[in-house]
């Protein structure tokens, strides 16, 4: 189990941009899904964006057009660019192997972003 560490969140204001990182403590070559999840206070996580080790992303809607996942095997480390941000996208982003998103051990401790109106 690699342990995930996020970083890169902070406060913005709508319209700026945020670049995530998620560094693995090990090798992320063998994980075919890693995603980007957020959870707004007093509300439940939520799915953000995914991408495989072959490069194909999926993201939520409310997203789409405005972030960009990407990963770099080589350096085990998942990133989400956020632009056009919205006071709507405040929350704690976290990443994670998609397919072990039970596992309480596979999530990180997450980075807060802010977005002020």
């Known amino acids: 189990q690699v342990q995930l560490k996020e970083s890169g969140g902070g406060w913005v204001q709508a319209g700026g941009s945020l670049r995530l990182s998620c560094v693995a403590s090990g090798s992320i070559c063998s994980i075919d899904r890693m995603g980007w999840y957020r959870q707004a206070l007093g509300k439940q996580r939520e799915f953000v964006a995914s991408v495989t080790r072959g490069g194909n992303t999926l993201y939520d809607s409310s997203v789409k057009g405005r972030f960009t996942i990407s990963r770099d095997n080589a350096k085990n480390t998942v990133y989400l660019q956020m632009n056009s941000l919205k006071p709507e996208d405040t929350a704690v982003y976290y990443c994670?192997?998609?397919?072990?998103?039970?596992?309480?051990?596979?999530w990180g401790q997450g980075t807060q972003v802010t977005v002020s109106s």
């Open positions: 994670t192997d998609v397919a072990s998103t039970w596992n309480s051990d596979s």
